[in-house]
C-alpha cells in the first residue's frame, strides 16, 4: 500500500503544481474547456492515468472538467497522486485554455 504524504510534503508538491490546490484528503484542479474538446482531454488523461495505473475521479460540466486524485487504498494523498497531476498538467498544456475559477 502507498504512504500517505504529510502536510509539509503536500504543500511542496503544490507549490510546483500551478492551478492545484487540496480539498481535505484530495488534489483538486478545475480546467476550462472548450465542450468540443472535452472528451478529448479527458481520454488524453485517461490514456496518462492507464500508464500509471491510477485514476482521476473526473467530473466534466459545460466549459470545465475537475480532476480529483487521492488514493483510495491509503485513504489520502500519495506520491503517485503528485505524480498524476504533474502528467495532467502536462496533458492539459496542449489542450486546455487554463485553469476555471
Do not use: C, Y
Not at 15 to 24: D, I
Request: glycine share 6%; hydrophobic share 40%; charged share 30%.
Amino acid at each position: 500500500m502507498a504512504t500517505l504524504l504529510e502536510d509539509a510534503a503536500i504543500e511542496t508538491a503544490l507549490a510546483s503544481l500551478p492551478g492545484w490546490r487540496r480539498e481535505e484528503n484530495r488534489l483538486v484542479k478545475d480546467v476550462e474547456v472548450s465542450d468540443d474538446s472535452a472528451e478529448a482531454l479527458q481520454d488524453a488523461v485517461g490514456k496518462v492515468a492507464d500508464e500509471l495505473d491510477h485514476h482521476p475521479l473526473v467530473d466534466r460540466s459545460p466549459g470545465s472538467l475537475r480532476f480529483r486524485l487521492w488514493s483510495h487504498s491509503a485513504g489520502g494523498i500519495t506520491q503517485k497522486d503528485v505524480e498524476l497531476a504533474a502528467r495532467i498538467d502536462q496533458v492539459i498544456s496542449g489542450s486546455a485554455q487554463g485553469p476555471a475559477r
